[in-house]
């Protein structure tokens, strides 16, 4: 259930419609025949509605607002793209995270089928070499969601089949192996069926699992309506139960941090934000046994609060809202920049409009820049250095689908940008895996080092 308090709405670009959700669904659904499983046919085209060949593509250099003559782009390379048919003979890609091995130095990119978790040796970012699946758990049952986090040399992997639970693979495995293989999951958490998305807080060795709301056995845990169920990774193998929130309803997903940002109340505290479908929600999880809500807001534009992510100094928090553009609440593809310099009083800083009709997806940040899988319009990198102005500024981009940007859910779906070579993984849901190379940096601190 929802705590009717704390709730602050904020009006944004003159825009008055406050759509709330009501529904725990775990993924935005409108009429039969629309939503993101419009597109999933079970086929595999040669050709995807994006208009991407179904074949290996190297270094193909982003020149003159192209990569070869297929894929516009600006400031963003192409080290190589691998078609579905090629991880595993795949129909569907979803989300994707990366593993650097720390005894070899070889990156990894970890990407998310419909039927199960796709490893590939990217090390050679112009060569990728196909690794093998690890079917989905619940008997295969294969799911157009699904999520990857890792921890210790571990992966952690979900879906929304409805019997999966989270798989747990112990990634130093992949060392040494060099071509496809088969594998099989190390362990599982079964005290939840499907999950939404799940996220590792690295500092306190803590796995979330958020928008879990069917087959939840953990104990205590059965009633929170798809609020986090959060579990103890100090043993990396053997992940254990520490505690669950459903005070607020269902967590579509969440970021969490040890706090050291500008709000020193809270300094040293385990600081959540929840991306709660109608709200942003900012907890207290230090005692995961006791959990405080410390605020909840909304915004006047809201149609489906989707996910966010911290800048790096945790002063401003970047959100997505995956329906606003669909719903007309906003003109175009729009990043909300939230001040969390008072964490019990969040403020809507401003409303980015990047001019572009696609739907966003998932943001994650680092080194000041904001990588954005923007779905039709591809991975959009931008700047964060006047996010107290509520404004970011494009640096480059990289067009999955160059069919066209419309406002549906196709092209990217995810990305991760954390690997030290700067190599950048992309998943297109309908296409395959990218690893592509940026050639941008900040205007901020973090450009200039």
Not at 18 to 34: C, D, Q, R, V, Y
Not at 183 to 190: F, S
Not at 338 to 343: E, I, N, R, V
Request: overall charge negative; charged content about 20%; hydrophobic content about 35%.
């Amino acid at each position: 259930m929802r705590r009717p308090t704390r709730v602050a709405t904020v009006a944004v670009a003159s825009l008055g419609l406050l759509i709330s959700a009501t529904t725990a669904a775990a993924h935005p659904t409108h009429k039969e025949g629309e939503g993101k499983a419009a597109g999933f046919d079970l086929v595999q085209e040669e050709i995807s509605p994006g208009g991407v060949p179904q074949e290996p593509m190297s270094d193909l250099r982003c020149e003159d607002g192209m990569a070869g003559d297929l894929f516009p782009c600006h400031k963003v390379d192409v080290a190589s793209f691998t078609p579905l048919k090629d991880l595993g003979d795949s129909i569907w890609a979803n989300d994707v995270w990366g593993w650097t091995d720390p005894q070899t130095g070889r990156e990894y990119a970890l990407a998310k089928l419909y039927e199960g978790t796709a490893f590939v040796d990217i090390t050679d970012a112009s060569d990728p070499v196909h690794l093998g699946v690890l079917p989905a758990a619940a008997g295969g049952s294969g799911n157009i969601w699904g999520d990857i986090k890792t921890y210790d040399n571990h992966a952690y992997i979900g879906s929304e089949a409805a019997e999966h639970g989270v798989q747990v693979f112990d990634l130093t495995r992949l060392r040494g192996v060099t071509s496809e293989q088969d594998w099989t999951a190390d362990t599982r958490i079964t005290g939840v069926g499907q999950s939404h998305n799940l996220y590792v807080n690295e500092a306190s060795a803590s796995l979330y699992v958020v928008g879990s709301t069917r087959g939840v056995t953990a104990p205590g845990c059965a009633d929170v309506y798809g609020g986090p169920i959060m579990y103890d990774l100090s043993n990396p193998g053997q992940p254990e139960l520490a505690g669950c929130y459903g005070e607020d309803g269902y967590t579509h997903d969440i970021q969490c941090v040890e706090y050291e940002g500008p709000d020193t109340e809270h300094a040293g505290r385990e600081i959540c934000v929840a991306s709660n479908e109608d709200t942003v929600t900012i907890l207290d999880v230090t005692d995961k046994s006791a959990v405080d809500m410390l605020a909840r807001v909304s915004y006047t534009t809201a149609a489906y609060t989707h996910q966010g992510w911290f800048t790096e100094d945790q002063a401003y928090f970047l959100l997505g809202d995956e329906l606003d553009e669909l719903t007309g609440t906003v003109d175009s593809t729009t990043t909300y920049v939230w001040d969390l310099h008072d964490l019990d009083n969040p403020v809507l800083r401003g409303a980015d409009g990047s001019g572009n009709p696609s739907i966003d997806h998932n943001i994650f940040i680092k080194d000041g820049l904001a990588y954005q899988s923007n779905y039709t319009s591809g991975l959009r990198v931008m700047d964060t250095w006047k996010a107290e102005q509520g404004r970011l500024t494009e640096r480059g981009f990289f067009d999955v689908y160059p069919n066209d940007d419309e406002t549906k859910f196709a092209g990217t779906w995810g990305n991760y940008p954390y690997f030290e070579s700067g190599k950048v993984v992309v998943t297109g849901v309908e296409e395959g895996l990218f690893v592509l190379e940026p050639r941008v940096k900040s205007s901020g601190e973090f450009g200039k080092k």
